[in-house]
């Protein structure tokens, strides 16, 4: 098993770009989560999704920040325009039902 | 909603010592608390977790205790090795998903 497969791992943009970070869960999870990861805020729940359906978006800061699941095995998480306060490693988790978050590596995102 | 708090931020203990991380949660229906090590570079791993009906669970040298009454809970890592330092973290759920995380713990084993 791959595990769970982010992409890229380092982006470099400059302010107002779009950025889009890309994921793919483990085979037969049914659950995906996006975190963002910084010094202040630690590891933040941004969104998630059950079966391909956004749950919980809760924790998206602004409308500036979009995430898809258009399949079980691919998810996106968009950034338009990005801010230089973006920048933080975003991480991606799958989990099955039950316990069992798989993180991948990140995507360590910075905004000049 | 949920808060977890986590100290002590940093750890530093000699290798062979132990090593010991708490934890508090403030929402008494979490009942799902995961212990993760993140290392350089590389997303959190999950290393031991807890259920809420269990008040002790051991895996070699990893030992995790949960005290429900008082809302807390710890990492014990015992016999400390220079792979152990990594920065720690805790969460808690009500059920297993929307971790809520702790803020860390650097640990260094100093050899």
């Known amino acids: 098993d791959a595990g769970v497969i982010q992409s890229p791992r380092h982006e470099v943009t400059e302010m107002g770009q779009e950025v889009t970070l890309r994921c793919k869960p483990i085979?037969?999870?049914?659950?995906l989560f996006w975190y963002r990861q910084t010094m202040m805020r630690g590891l933040e729940l941004l969104i998630y999704?059950?079966?391909?359906?956004?749950?919980?978006d809760s924790g998206m800061p602004e409308d500036r920040f979009s995430a898809k699941m258009p399949n079980a095995s691919f998810s996106t998480l968009k950034i338009q325009p990005s801010e230089p306060r973006d920048s933080a490693v975003y991480f991606c988790?799958?989990?099955?039902?039950?316990?069992?978050?798989?993180f991948g590596s990140g995507t360590r995102l910075t905004v000049v | 909603g949920e808060n977890v708090e986590q100290h002590p931020s940093t750890l530093s203990v000699q290798e062979g010592d132990s090593a010991v991380i708490k934890c508090t949660y403030s929402?008494?229906?979490?009942?799902?608390f995961p212990w993760y090590k993140q290392e350089l570079g590389k997303g959190p791993q999950l290393i031991i977790d807890i259920r809420s009906n269990v008040g002790e669970k051991k895996d070699q040298r990893i030992a995790v205790t949960l005290n429900k009454t008082a809302k807390h809970f710890s990492l014990h890592i015992t016999e400390t090795q220079p792979e152990d330092s990594a920065v720690y973290f805790c969460a808690a759920s009500m059920g297993a998903q929307k971790l809520v995380f702790g803020q860390g713990t650097r640990l260094t084993i100093n050899p």
């Open positions: 929402d008494s229906a979490s009942n799902y």
């Open positions: 085979s037969g999870h049914d659950y």
């Open positions: 999704f059950n079966n391909n359906v956004p749950i919980d």
């Open positions: 988790a799958s989990s099955p039902t039950g316990p069992g978050y798989t």
